[in-house]
Nanobody, 122 residues
């Protein structure tokens, strides 16, 4: 069973940056899509960004476009999320996930990490 493990969360001031990483325990195939979602207390899980593993095509939620960058290291089976100009509303638990098709809905994503907490102070 493939496992995903996130790291890199923490406390940052508004305007600051963080880089999240998600390491897969085994190879991610070119046909897969890997994504980042976030969930804040009292809110539904929200799509943040995704990348097609093979082509590297990226997708972003409008709320993070221009501030966040998703990337992957195929050799290391690692997904990244570089977050810049963080805002208090970006505070949430960020989780990575894998799917066979791209979607902004969490439904098609069938492997999830435990998540990493991001806190943004104003």
């Amino acid at each position: 069973q493939v496992q995903l493990a996130e790291s890199g969360g923490g406390l940052v001031q508004a305007g600051g940056s963080l880089r999240l990483a998600c390491v897969a325990s085994s190879r991610i195939f070119s046909s897969h899509v890997t994504g980042w979602f976030r969930e804040a207390p009292g809110k539904e899980r929200e799509f943040v960004a995704a990348i097609r593993w093979g082509t590297g095509r990226t997708y972003y939620a409008d709320s993070v476009k221009g501030r966040f960058t998703v990337s992957r290291d195929k050799a290391e089976n690692t997904l990244y999320l570089q977050m810049s100009n963080l805002k208090p509303e970006d505070a949430a638990r960020y989780s990575c996930a894998r799917a066979n098709e791209y979607s902004t809905s969490p439904t098609p994503y069938y492997i999830w990490g435990q998540g990493t907490q991001v806190t943004v102070s104003s």
